[in-house]
């Protein structure tokens, strides 16, 4: 059985927090961080980071459920945002169905993985978007593990400005 190694999670966190800030605002030239978060564990240490990074005024989260996300969810993502104490107007709540639908109205008829891709996308065009729109950079919630496995979506998930998360294990 192969155990990872320990991490200083404190010095971790510092770390990634400190390399975030220098590329958002100094190499990057922008002034936010864009977050997606899910309600999962990844994007809310995600967030975490964004704002010891950044500061609660320079992070935008956006909650982006389709009808089969569960409530539960929803209701954990907006717990994150909370305790985190996103400004009011820094976080926002947008319904991904009526673009998947037109997608698929479109295209025709999608299986059940063509529709889980399209939402991945959907998504990151929107986050894209809220980027642009605040002069920030997509911060992405994509693990080591999930990159090693190749389990995020091209151009969905895995189509973020920055990962700072991406050298960690889900376990770490």
């Given at each position: 059985m192969n155990i990872l190694p320990p991490i200083n999670a404190?010095?971790?966190?510092d770390y990634i927090a400190r390399r975030l800030r220098w590329?958002?605002?100094?190499?990057?030239?922008?002034?936010?961080?864009?977050?997606?978060?899910?309600?999962?564990?990844?994007?809310?240490?995600?967030?975490?980071?964004?704002?010891?990074?950044?500061?609660?005024?320079?992070?935008?989260?956006?909650?982006?459920?389709?009808?089969?996300?569960?409530?539960?969810?929803?209701?954990?993502?907006?717990?994150?945002?909370?305790?985190?104490?996103?400004?009011?107007?820094?976080?926002?709540?947008?319904?991904?169905?009526?673009?998947?639908?037109?997608?698929?109205?479109?295209?025709?008829?999608?299986?059940?993985?063509?529709?889980?891709?399209?939402?991945?996308?959907?998504?990151?065009?929107?986050?894209?978007?809220?980027?642009?729109?605040?002069?920030?950079?997509?911060?992405?919630?994509?693990?080591?593990?999930e990159l090693l496995l190749g389990y995020f979506t091209k151009?969905?998930?895995?189509?973020?400005?920055?990962?700072?998360?991406?050298?960690?294990?889900?376990?770490?």
């Amino acid at each position: 059985m192969n155990i990872l190694p320990p991490i200083n999670a404190r010095r971790v966190a510092d770390y990634i927090a400190r390399r975030l800030r220098w590329y958002i605002l100094e190499y990057a030239k922008k002034e936010a961080g864009i977050v997606g978060v899910s309600g999962g564990v990844d994007s809310a240490v995600t967030a975490y980071l964004t704002v010891k990074a950044l500061g609660p005024e320079r992070v935008y989260c956006y909650i982006l459920p389709s009808k089969a996300t569960p409530k539960e969810d929803v209701e954990d993502a907006l717990e994150v945002i909370r305790r985190l104490r996103i400004p009011r107007g820094h976080w926002e709540i947008i319904g991904i169905d009526e673009v998947v639908e037109t997608f698929e109205r479109i295209l025709g008829r999608m299986t059940r993985i063509e529709r889980g891709n399209v939402k991945a996308r959907v998504r990151m065009i929107i986050l894209h978007q809220r980027a642009y729109r605040h002069n920030g950079l997509v911060v992405g919630t994509g693990d080591k593990s999930e990159l090693l496995l190749g389990y995020f979506t091209k151009y969905g998930d895995g189509g973020v400005d920055v990962l700072p998360i991406g050298g960690l294990y889900k376990t770490h």
